[in-house]
């Protein structure tokens, strides 16, 4: 009888590891397909995202390009001088005679630069 009882427990053993084992797996199974779904949404989001960004920014340089009257060349100079360093200072010395500076004569030319803090 003692065999018996002893038997039957193992058994019982067995089985529960089984099914914990079958649960184990089973959840498994939920949490690969639950990270595949996300890792789907989360591309598709991305590439969304993206391309609302994209389609504001060619938006952006239409409008830009309209405010330039579509002159190709004057919008070309301002996106080039939005990419200057914001610190950037010009300096302009007169070399002598025969130069731009000594050649305007009286025409009064006024050349004004912001700085940065004023300096």
């Not at 405010?67 to 010395?93: E, H, I, W």
């Not at 025969?98 to 004023?118: A, E, H, I, R, S």
């Amino acid at each position: 009888m003692v065999a018996a009882i002893e038997q039957e427990a193992r058994n019982l053993g067995t089985v529960n590891s089984a099914e914990v084992n079958k649960l184990k797996d089973e959840y498994a199974a939920r949490i690969t397909i639950l990270d595949a779904q996300r890792s789907e949404l989360l591309g598709v989001a991305r590439a969304e995202s993206k391309t609302l960004v994209e389609t504001a920014k060619g938006g952006l340089h239409m409008m830009q390009m309209a405010v330039f009257a579509n002159d190709a060349d004057a919008f070309l100079r301002y996106t080039m001088s939005q990419c200057l360093s914001p610190t950037l200072r010009l300096r302009v010395f007169q070399t002598g005679p025969g130069t731009f500076w000594t050649n305007l004569g009286d025409k009064n030319f006024n050349l004004v630069l912001p700085t940065q803090g004023g300096r």
